[in-house]
């Protein structure tokens, strides 16, 4: 059965940092694109960042230079640093990945909560 | 300010046809495949259509995709209160490098 169990979320101050995870299971990580969507309070679905198989990676114009998406094929995991947060980061973030190449995210983890409040 | 607009709400009666609309530009749904996605309260999104106007296993006939120039449309039929959800547009943008979401649609069953 493929997972993705998201974990690091929390309460953090503006101008703080966060490191998130996604660890899988359940199908060939490294051989797949895999990205973080987030969900703003009562808001919509913004993609956020994605890295590819080869380890390229590419953002929304939102977090540039603020996040550094990574990923660690031998573990199985995606990770989201996030620095200099502020409010409007305040989310839940997703990570989510298309299964096959027709497919955009159909495999998404349940989620973590990140609140950036002083 | 979402890349693609969507209506904010839309509704339809038991059995009745409802069609949610995304609009977009030619760097993005004019160029590029449509993916939908529903969402209930405090759950994860479920892709229902991907490349436009196909429906992965499992999601009901009743739903459908379609893609013209630089927009695209969910339509649902016979809507049953269970389709009672938010439901999401996505596709790449090439201009962006980025892929971008509509700002979604409320779907009411009254």
């Known amino acids: 059965e493929v997972q993705l169990v998201e974990s690091g979320g929390g309460l953090v101050q503006p101008g703080g940092s966060l490191r998130l995870s996604c660890v899988t299971s359940g199908f060939t990580f490294s051989n797949f694109d895999i990205h973080w969507v987030r969900q703003a309070p009562g808001k919509g679905l913004e993609w956020v960042s994605g890295i590819g198989s080869a380890g390229d990676a590419y953002y929304a114009a939102s977090v540039q230079g603020r996040f550094t998406i990574s990923r660690e094929n031998a573990k199985n995991t995606l990770y989201l640093q996030m620095s200099s947060l502020r409010v409007g980061d305040t989310a839940v973030y997703y990570c989510s990945y298309g299964s096959t190449t027709s497919f955009a995210f159909d495999i998404w983890g349940l989620g973590t909560m990140v609140t950036v409040s002083s | 300010q979402s890349v693609l607009t969507q209506p904010p709400s839309a509704s ?38 991907y490349r436009s106007d196909q429906r992965p296993l499992g999601v009901p006939d009743r739903f459908s995709g379609s893609k ?19 439901y999401y547009c996505t596709t790449w943008d090439a201009s962006l490098g980025a892929w971008v979401f509509g700002g979604g649609t409320k779907l009411t069953v009254l």
């Open chain 2, 12 to 49: 339809g009666t038991p059995g009745q046809r409802v069609t949610i609309s995304c609009s977009g530009s030619r760097s993005n749904i004019g160029s590029e495949y449509v993916y939908w996605y529903q969402q209930f309260p405090g759950t994860a999104p479920k892709m229902i259509i």
């Open chain 2, 68 to 86: 013209s120039g630089t927009s695209a449309s969910l339509a649902i039929s016979g809507l049953r209160s269970e389709d009672e959800a938010d």
